[in-house]
């Protein structure tokens, strides 16, 4: 055993060992040079592969490993029509030059409407693509969400998805890791969408930059998959590299029987490899942070970063008592576009829209307390709802458990799979001044149409604000 293998290391160096096809040198400076990582999936959407296709093109390069490769339909598809052809001609030509790419290079695609069509990073997991220890790359920030199977999971810019594509590796530079340690237990009503607006209102945006987070403790072993998914989804809000999470029994029950996951002696192989994912005993992380899960209650932003959360019971913040001068100018910036009174109670703020969808929230786990919150109830006067499945999948198992026949009679919009109103880059977007309870992971100006103001929250709090007409958890329902 060498040296390196006999040092107690973390789980997200395990996977980085497990990967490094050519170390990268130290020079005369001892500065390490970046190692050659090899790269077991690719996910590939429309957005940012065209011009990697270009390259490769240009080159005259083939894709290195199609089998390793999988494209699918998200940012700029219709979720009503979603079976017509794409009015809107910048989409339009997005989704076509996917098509085409992927015809010529032989990638798998899942295109709109086809039945495991849907958001990339809720298609992997649903596959049974996404598996411990491996290193899942796309060109897309949301990346680090299959980071809760215990995979390094990375989003990468356009040249780096050329890179990958030619040669099925990635030239990338040691990180640094932080665990992020949850204790106790999430109180009922309070969920892992709560927890991670916490954690980065807690780290700040930037808390987590060059750093791989790995969330660990009694709080995380109890969640689901979907849980952990939602958590690892918004690591990168925090400004990290990655999230991730040990697998463990919960991994392994949701992905066995999937289509791509292991079989017979495969599969025990597999889980014999998979429970050594795990950081030793010794190892040491570069930060440590510690959260109390019991204190914890439903989360809602207010400005306009991830950052900028509070606790359901409290108020709109005053910018003349944040004593940090750059947090309260943006603070008092944010609390402008937001249209928003210092001092309001977020019980008190009137919403026009509830956003239930997108690769942080649009699981079916996720429809199910919504449909559990609607049941019997109906949306607002006045008010918009979409519902937004993850992927056809979802839709199919939500119509399959009535999840549907409850949204509609709730009076919300049950639409076809897609990235939707998480950003405005398809037909569901909000109006300018209008406020929008969101289920996705950013609320930055105009991401969800312009002017719009978006407010994140979890499932629950998105159900029961569409039900109030402002903010609200479910306990504050009659
Ligand atoms: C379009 C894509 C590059 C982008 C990302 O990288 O995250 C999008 O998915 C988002 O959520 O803003
Ligand atoms: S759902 Fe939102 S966050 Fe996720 S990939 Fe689509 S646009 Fe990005």
Redesign the pocket.
Known sequence: MSEKNAKPRTLAEKVWDDHVVVPGEVDAHGNANPDLIYIDLHLVHE??SPQAFDGLRMAGRELRRPDLTIATED?NVPTVDIFSPIADQVSALQVETLRRNCEEFGVRLHPMGDVEQGIVHVVGPQLGLTQPGMTVVC????TSTHGAFGALAM?IGTSEVEHVMATQTLSLRPFKTMAITVDGELPPGVTSKDLILAVIAEIGTGGGQGHVLEYRGPAIEKLSMEARMTICNMSIEAGARAGMIAPDATTYEYLKGRPNAPVGDDWDAAVEYWDGLRTDDGAVFDREVHIDATALTPFVTWGTNPGQGLPLGASIPDPSEIVDETEATAAARAIEYMGLTPGTPLREVEVDTVFVGSCTNGRIEDLRVVAEILSGRKVADGMRMLIVPGSMKVRAQADEEGLGEIFAAAGADWRMAG?SM??GMNPDQLSPGERCASTSN?NFEGRQGKGGRTHLVSPAVAAATAVRGRFAAPADLV
Do not use: K
């Open positions: 957005v940012t940012h060109g897309d920030s949301h989003g990235c998480c950003l950013r």
